[in-house]
């Protein structure tokens, strides 16, 4: 899961502008959880 992207994804969860575009986007639209 947050094997490849440890720290990328872990940081823009927190933050509620790049995370929905970037990486939590992705996985699943939120910015709470996107790999739990």
């Not at 440890?6 to 996985?27: K, W």
Request: positive net charge; hydrophobic residues 25%.
């Amino acid at each position: 899961m947050l094997t490849h992207r440890p720290q990328p994804l872990a940081l823009l969860p927190l933050t509620p502008g790049p995370s929905p575009a970037r990486g939590s986007g992705e996985q699943t639209g939120g910015t709470e959880k996107p790999y739990v």
